[in-house]
């Protein structure tokens, strides 16, 4: 149970910048505008993760796993990378 806690203290801490970014360029996408419509969320809600108002939540990184076919420890490796 506590690898979990861990596990989620991690991603919330995250930046979700450099995640969204490779997904938008992976799926060929020209904005944000166009990944809110993929991943049927939205428009707000990549602001708000951009923004770092909103976590990148369990539903939303499915929902990603699901349109780019990448895994979700591949996601989550995103997600924890440190911006440069």
């Avoid at 991603?11 to 997904?23: G, H, S």
């Avoid at 369990?58 to 349109?67: D, G, N, P, T």
Wanted: zero cysteines.
């Amino acid at each position: 149970m506590l690898n979990a806690k861990q596990n989620n203290a991690e991603l919330k801490a995250a930046d979700a910048n450099a995640l969204l970014d490779t997904i938008i360029a992976n799926l060929g996408l020209k904005n944000d505008a166009a990944l809110s419509r993929v991943l049927e969320v939205a428009p707000p809600v990549i602001s708000k993760i951009r923004h770092h108002k909103l976590h990148v939540g369990a539903s939303l990184l499915i929902r990603m796993h699901e349109e780019t076919d990448l895994s979700i420890r591949e996601l989550k490796a995103l997600l924890l990378k440190k911006p440069s």
